[in-house]
Structures are given as C-alpha cells and as structure tokens.
C-alpha cells in the first residue's frame, strides 16, 4: 500500500512537472488557435518591450555593452522561440489562416528589429540602439492591438 | 563593543544572505505580472522563515544538534528517508540553479555563454568550500550580497507613486487577465522561495559548526529577527521594481539579465554595477549553502561525522556528498536545460514539502527533554502552530494548482 502511494505521488510530480514545460499541443478549434496565438503575440511583446528598454539604457549610457548584447540575444532567441512553436501550429480553417498571417507579418518584423538591434549591440554601438529600436514602438502597439483582439486584421 | 561589531556583522551577513536566485526570479516575475498585489506572499514567508530559522538556531545553541539530525531521531528511520529523499531532491535543483545562476550573473559582464563558466562555477564552489573557513565564507559573500541594497535606492530613484504602491500591496487583488488559480500559485512561489528549506539546514548545522552555545541565542535573534525583514525588504526591491517597470509594458520576466534592467534605468552604470556583484554574491553564497545542505542532510541522517571544521580526511563521506552533489549540479547545469525553469520548480516543490522540514523543528522546540527551559513560549507557538496550518495548505495546494496553471502560464 505503502508504495502504491509512493508510486502515485512520483507520478503526480512527474505529470506537474511535464505540463509546467508548457508543450505546445495542436489547436483543435478556432478558439483554441485564437488562445495561442494570443500567447505567442504576448510573449513578443514581453521580448520587443524588453528590446526597447534596452536600447534606451544602452544609448543613454546608463548599462554596459556585454549587458545590452545579453539583453538583446535573450530578446532575440525568445522572439524566435516563440515564432517557431507558432509556425508549427496547424490552423484548423480559413479564420486562422488570417490570423496566422496577421500575427506572423509580426512577427517576422519583430524579429527582424531585434537581430538587428543585437548585431549593433555586439559591435559596440550602443548611442545607435535607439534610434533603431523606434520600429519597434509602433510594433509593441500593433501586437497589444492583436492581443486586445485576436483574429484577422478587423 | 566586540559583541555588538558581532551582532552587526550578524545581521548584515543575515540580510544580504537571505537572496537567492529563487527570490531574485519569484520576486521580479510576479512584479512584472502582478505588481505588488502579492507583497502580502512575501510578508507571509518573511515571518515564516523568522519564526522557524529563530527555532532551528535556538535548538541548535541548546542541543549542539542541527536539524536532519533530530529529524531522524523524532521521526523514526523510514519516515526521516522519505524527508531526506524530497530535502536533498529539492536542495539539489535549488543547488543546480545557484551554479547556473553564478554563470548567468558572470555572462551580464562578459558575454560569454553562461553553459561554458558552469564547470568553472562548480569548481569555484567546491575549492571555496574546501578552503576558505566557514564564518569568512558566510561573512564574505553576505556582505557583497549588500550589494542588491541598489534596488532599493532604484525604485526610489523611479519616483514611485508611494500611495499607489501602498494601496496596491494593501489591497491585494487579481489583475484582469490573470485567473485566481494562476495567482495564488505565484503567491505559493514567493512563499516557497522565502521559506526554502536549505535555510535552515543551513542555519542550523551552521550554529553547530560556530558552537553555538545558549549565550549565543541573542546574536541568532538579531540575525534572525533584523537580518531577515532586511533582506525581505530587498525581495520587496526587486518585486517594486519590476512592477514600475516592467508591469504597465507587459514585459514578463523570464531571465536573470531583466531583473538588473529597473536598477540599469534609474541609477544607471554604477547601480547596473552593484547588482551585478549583488546578483553574483547572492547566487554563490547560496550555492554553497546548498552544497554544504546537501552534505549536511545526508551526514546527519546517516550518523556520520560532518562538518567544515573537521579534518576532511575525518568526514570524508560528507565531503564526498557535497562533491558529488556539485558534480551532478554542473553535469545537469551543462545540459542548456532553463535554469529559470529550474528555479521555478525549485521554489513551488519546495513548497510542497516545506512541512516535512518545519515539522519536526516544531517539535523539538517544544521537548523539554532536549531543550530545557527554552522550550517554546506560548505566544511563539501559537504563531508556529498558525504557520504549520499554513505550510499544510499550501504543501497540498502546490501540485494540483502547478497543473491546473499549467505551472503559472
């Protein structure tokens, strides 16, 4: 009995410890496909965000070089992370693939700005990051359009 | 004069000591997506661990025994393996999190992939611990970690509105957007990561090894009950930081590099600087805490000798834990696996198996047998008692909150 408990208590763990690893799991409807893609558009504008931000420091010169590159690969692999799991991501009808394109012109932006913004960082020049980053202002605001409402372009 | 340079050097060690990467990470994350809402969390875990920290060191002057090793005894053998084994797995991600955490901290300086100073981490670990004597390890990397004082000076350097903040820690809600269930497995996180059990493996074997006798129950109230609320006014740094900052952008904190961001933005090179060191003292002194746990943890559940200030070649077998437990942490660091993830799941599982160690702290605490008229008053153990309530709750709420937020996402 002892160990039926045991047994079923590593399983509980195991089973959480699976599903905080956030797999990406196929969208079966277009609510479901509107869901994540509201994810993904969140998570990129946690990374643009977090871009611009450190391009301001960077060029006022309130941060290091080495710690704007840090910031700016970081922005960089997770904007990337994000578009190849929403890439992967089977639209179930003609709604989704709207949005999937909406979204994806995004994203494809986003990263873009930001690989651009490391490349400066890791050249050392930091007073241009910001006057570089300005895309990236209207950016955030159309993907916080997108996530106040996902879908095709209204 | 000696005594109070003592008591002083005690609670600074104590304040800076209290952050790890647990907190730095749990504090900013839930800063950026909750605000203060969750300050009451940390508050929680700050008179938590005082309560608790204040019992394992009070038993360990008067007993001249650290925790695991009145674990087994009140507990019995089989239950004292079942508290081992989830101590040391937990102590042990903790531990593989501080060694990454060291190498992320080098990385915000250097730009060099943080996987490639791991190994140099892990042997940097073990040689301190091998070397360098237990109260200059304690007191050399407590007071660097002062250095996170700067988050601090930071939000106020952000012009904060005060009330603002006041009424939001005050009045703690949910924020649109955000499920009741996703909030209260953030406010189980900021509890774990202030209530860790390491802490007080740590504190208690430590007072062992200082011989700690009864006439040093005063400096381990001071460190304890000053010590401590500072070092949880730093977690409440880092957490109004990212608040101001990062919470009106939308900005999740998902990496080490972010955290220092607030400070970078108000106070510029020199605060980025101060952080930096603080993050990089913070992150090492808990990794050798955790390693030195993992030793302890296993030493003393098994009788065998242990210790800093015994002759290596005396306990060998603790030693050899402790380099083993740093050897799995660098293989498993070396992996590219998150180490923000780790963390995360360092501080919610600990948190699901914190009564397993305060449990028989409490216990303890109230045998006269061990611990003669130190016993517990009855003011103490109403509030010890109200915590075990408390760290019951949240032990079982951990793991089916952890699945149904799908580990707060």
């Not at chain 1, 070089?65 to 089977?90: C, H, N, T, W």
């Not at chain 2, 300086?109 to 940097?124: K, M, Q, R, S």
């Not at chain 2, 237990?134 to 970690?145: A, P, R, S």
């Not at chain 2, 400096?219 to 609320?229: K, M, T």
Request: with cysteine.
């Amino acid at each position: 009995m002892r160990r039926i408990t045991i047994a079923v208590m590593v399983l509980i763990i195991a089973v959480a410890l699976i599903v905080g690893l956030k797999p990406m799991t196929p969208a079966r409807t277009r609510d479901d496909f509107a869901h994540k893609s509201k994810d993904t558009a969140e998570s990129v504008l946690s990374s643009v965000q977090t871009a611009r931000l450190a391009a301001r420091v960077g060029t006022r010169g309130d941060a290091f070089g080495p710690y704007v590159s840090v910031l700016m690969s970081e922005s960089e692999d997770a904007v990337a992370k994000a578009q190849g799991s929403f890439d992967r991501i089977q639209p179930p009808d003609a709604w989704s693939d709207a949005t999937r394109a909406r979204l994806g012109r995004l994203l494809v932006r986003s990263s873009d700005v930001v690989s651009q913004l490391r490349i400066t960082a890791r050249r050392g020049e930091l007073d241009r990051l910001e006057h570089q980053a300005q895309p990236l202002h209207r950016l955030a605001a159309r993907l916080q359009a997108f996530i106040d409402d996902p879908g095709p372009r209204p | 004069m000696k005594k109070v340079f003592g008591v002083t050097l005690g609670i600074l060690t104590a304040m800076g000591g209290f952050v790890d990467i647990g907190d730095l990470v749990a504090n900013s994350e839930t800063g950026a997506r909750f605000g203060m809402s969750l300050a009451w969390a940390v508050l929680l875990g700050v008179v938590g661990i005082i309560v608790y920290a204040e019992m394992a060191g009070r038993v360990a002057s008067v007993t001249k025994r650290a925790t695991f090793d009145l674990v087994r005894e009140r507990l019995g053998a089989r239950a004292g393996l079942l508290n081992l084994g989830a101590s040391f797995f937990i102590t042990m991600l903790t531990l593989i999190a501080e060694v990454a955490g060291v190498a992320l901290a080098v990385q915000l300086v250097v730009d060099v992939n943080y996987l490639l100073w791991i190994p140099l981490v892990g042997f940097a670990v073990w040689m301190v611990i091998w070397r360098v004597k237990f109260t200059t390890l304690e007191t050399v990397f407590g007071l660097m970690g002062l250095g996170m004082i700067v988050v601090v000076v930071a939000v106020v350097h952000l012009h904060p509105s005060w009330s603002q903040l006041w009424h939001h820690a005050s009045h703690p809600s949910v924020p649109s957007g955000e499920g009741r269930p996703t909030y209260f497995y953030f406010a189980i996180a900021l509890f774990g990561a202030a209530m860790t059990p390491y802490e007080v493996f740590f504190f208690s074997s430590g007072a062992v090894e200082e011989k700690w006798t009864r006439s040093d129950l005063v400096l381990n109230r001071a460190n304890v009950y000053l010590g401590f609320p500072l070092g949880g006014l730093l977690s409440l740094g880092l957490m109004a930081g990212a608040a101001l900052v990062f919470h009106p952008l939308g900005v999740g904190v998902d990496s080490l590099s972010q955290v220092a961001l607030p400070t970078s933005m108000a106070v510029g090179k020199v605060g980025l600087a101060f952080v930096i060191v603080g993050f990089v003292a913070c992150t090492f002194g808990a990794a050798l805490e955790t390693a030195l746990s993992c030793g302890y943890t296993v030493s003393q559940y098994f009788g065998w000798q242990w210790g800093k200030l015994v002759k290596p070649r005396e306990a060998a077998r603790f030693h050899l834990v402790v380099l083993v437990s740093l050897f799995v942490a660098v293989v498993v660091g070396v992996t590219a696996i998150d180490p923000i993830k780790v963390t995360e799941y360092s501080i919610v599982l600990s948190a699901a198996a914190l009564p397993l160690t305060y449990f028989p702290i409490l216990v303890v605490a109230n045998d006269r047998t061990y611990m003669g008229d130190d016993v517990n008053g009855p003011f103490k153990n109403a509030i010890a008692t109200f915590y075990m309530v408390v760290l019951t709750v949240v032990a079982l709420a951990t793991i089916p909150l952890m699945i149904a937020t799908k580990a707060g996402s």
